[in-house]
């Protein structure tokens, strides 16, 4: 089992910055897919960005990309999240999810949320206009 914990959210101005961490403990955290998720209130639930555990290749979801990057650093067993240039639109609560290894043959879809079973508690992020 993996416990994940957020923080770095934050209330901001357009256009600044903030930084996302994903604090992670318990099973062997490398082996983990890692994605972020957000959502805004009356809205469903949305990918943001996912990094996989071996490659580290990663995915941005198209509203994000050019702005947004995702890390992670395997020694502090840690997921990063820099978000620049916020916009208003951006505001929500953002969760960390990790996806556990799979069988041989089975390739997960990391932007889909039925493939994490571990999410953490959430951290606001408020972007003023």
């Known amino acids: 089992e993996v416990q994940l914990v957020e923080s770095g959210g934050g209330l901001v101005q357009a256009g600044g910055s903030l930084r996302l961490s994903c604090a992670a403990s318990?099973?062997?955290?490398?082996?983990?897919?890692i994605g972020w998720f957000r959502q805004a209130p009356g809205k469903d639930r949305e990918v943001v960005s996912c990094i996989s555990s071996e490659e580290y290749s990663t995915y941005y979801a198209d509203f994000v990309k050019g702005r947004f990057t995702i890390s992670r650093d395997g020694a502090k067993n840690t997921v990063y999240l820099q978000m620049n240039g916020l916009k208003p639109e951006d505001t929500a609560v953002y969760y960390c999810?990790?996806?556990?290894?799979?069988?041989?043959?089975?390739?997960?879809?990391?932007?889909?949320?039925?493939?994490?079973?571990?999410w953490g508690q959430g951290t606001q992020v408020t972007v003023s206009s």
């Open positions: 999810a990790a996806s556990p290894p799979r069988p041989p043959g089975y390739y997960p879809d990391t932007r889909e949320a039925y493939e994490y079973d571990y």
């Open positions: 318990g099973e062997t955290f490398d082996d983990y897919a």
